[in-house]
């Protein structure tokens, strides 16, 4: 029943988390200089063109009815019209977003199979050769910022070994897997040094626990243990540290998709901003919060599932 409700009331609890990201969102955009129909128009637009275009998209009302309209248009599923491009916000997002989605999830897949058995082995070896150098190698991929690192596997796997494309997302499937090798190694690099920190410690905790100790005392094989009752129970806090991180991956996506010049959503908010597209700086964003709200709370309920004895 608990759950039930849990289940139920959860996802009323995120509305005014999104109505606060959608405040600060339309502030920020509306914050940076620059006129929108300026920009889309030239510097040598007449002050009549600029009109027609402000009146146009609602940009000569008043910033509270702006926010409304804003409002409004969430309210019927729509995220209103691009200034740039001229076609529904929604639409645009529709077409970015199969880009980021394989980006997130071929990095988390890749960050998990770097991160586990790394763990694993420091775990098991702790104190040992092994495991100061994997905890020296995590520390240091803390430090490393995305862009950076990007640019540094596209010189030595692009520029210098020819493995792998410099840029783009490809024509057929097999060419778009070949793109984002190098953009899913640079964001995984950067969270499997969060996620084999986090493991390490939950493991060897976990190792301690009274539950190895009987599996123990029952005379199974070490290895057993470890991989049955071990890695089970610390693989909880790692759903719940990946759900924290989903807003630094979205982050990391928006900087590697410029990066690597792939078409998503990020790369569709950065040229928003620069171009001053309110409409799309906000429904980009918008789409980004419910991701991770809906992160969020997926996590909860996975957490739960996995630990019974975690209470909501």
Same mark, same amino acid.
Do not use: C
């Given at each position: 029943?608990?759950?039930? =409700?849990?289940? !139920?009331? #959860?996802?009323?609890?995120?509305?005014?988390?999104?109505?606060?990201?959608?405040?600060?969102?339309?502030?920020?955009?509306?914050?940076?200089?620059?006129?929108?129909?300026?920009?889309?128009?030239?510097?040598?637009?007449?002050?009549?063109?600029?009109? #027609?275009? =402000?009146?146009?998209?609602?940009?000569?009302?008043?910033?509270?009815?702006?926010?409304?309209?804003?409002?409004?248009?969430?309210?019927?599923?729509?995220?209103?019209?691009?200034?740039?491009?001229?076609?529904?916000?929604?639409?645009?997002?529709?077409?970015?977003?199969?880009?980021?989605? !394989?980006?997130?999830?071929?990095?988390?897949?890749?960050?998990? !199979?770097?991160?586990?058995?790394?763990?694993?082995?420091?775990?098991?070896?702790?104190? =040992?050769?092994?495991?100061?150098?994997?905890?020296?190698?995590?520390?240091?991929?803390?430090?490393?910022?995305?862009?950076?690192?990007?640019?540094?596997?596209?010189?030595?796997?692009?520029?210098?070994?020819?493995?792998?494309?410099?840029?783009?997302?490809?024509?057929?499937?097999?060419?778009?897997?070949?793109?984002?090798?190098?953009?899913?190694?640079?964001?995984?690099?950067?969270?499997?040094?969060?996620?084999?920190?986090?493991?390490?410690?939950?493991?060897?905790?976990?190792?301690?626990?009274?539950?190895?100790?009987?599996?123990?005392?029952?005379?199974?094989?070490?290895?057993?243990?470890?991989?049955?009752?071990?890695?089970?129970?610390?693989?909880?806090?790692?759903?719940?540290?990946?759900?924290?991180?989903?807003?630094?991956?979205?982050?990391?996506?928006?900087?590697?998709?410029?990066?690597?010049?792939?078409?998503?959503?990020?790369?569709?908010?950065?040229?928003?901003?620069?171009?001053?597209?309110?409409?799309?700086?906000?429904?980009?964003?918008?789409?980004?919060?419910?991701?991770?709200?809906?992160?969020?709370?997926?996590?909860?309920?996975?957490?739960?599932?996995?630990?019974?004895?975690?209470?909501?």
């Amino acid at each position: 029943m608990h759950r039930f =409700r849990f289940v !139920l009331t #959860r996802p009323l609890q995120l509305i005014p988390v999104l109505f606060g990201i959608s405040v600060i969102t339309f502030v920020l955009i509306r914050s940076i200089p620059g006129d929108p129909a300026r920009v889309l128009l030239g510097t040598k637009a007449t002050p009549d063109a600029i009109a #027609r275009i =402000r009146a146009q998209f609602g940009l000569d009302e008043p910033l509270w009815t702006q926010y409304g309209l804003f409002l409004q248009n969430l309210s019927q599923g729509e995220m209103g019209r691009s200034i740039l491009y001229r076609v529904p916000v929604l639409r645009l997002i529709a077409e970015r977003i199969e880009p980021t989605l !394989l980006l997130v999830f071929g990095a988390v897949l890749l960050s998990l !199979l770097i991160a586990v058995p790394f763990a694993a082995i420091a775990a098991r070896r702790r104190g =040992r050769l092994a495991d100061h150098a994997i905890r020296i190698v995590s520390t240091t991929g803390l430090g490393l910022p995305p862009f950076w690192l990007g640019i540094m596997l596209i010189l030595l796997f692009s520029v210098t070994l020819g493995l792998f494309p410099v840029a783009g997302y490809g024509d057929d499937w097999a060419d778009r897997l070949h793109h984002l090798v190098l953009p899913w190694l640079t964001i995984a690099l950067a969270l499997s040094a969060v996620l084999t920190r986090t493991l390490r410690a939950a493991m060897i905790a976990e190792l301690r626990s009274d539950q190895a100790t009987a599996a123990r005392a029952r005379g199974l094989p070490e290895g057993m243990v470890f991989w049955r009752h071990v890695v089970p129970n610390a693989i909880v806090p790692t759903i719940n540290l990946l759900a924290v991180n989903i807003g630094w991956l979205i982050g990391g996506t928006v900087i590697i998709e410029n990066v690597f010049s792939i078409p998503g959503m990020g790369q569709l908010l950065v040229r928003g901003i620069f171009t001053r597209d309110y409409m799309v700086v906000q429904g980009v964003a918008m789409a980004f919060a419910v991701a991770s709200v809906t992160v969020n709370f997926l996590a909860d309920i996975l957490t739960v599932a996995l630990d019974p004895r975690v209470k909501l």
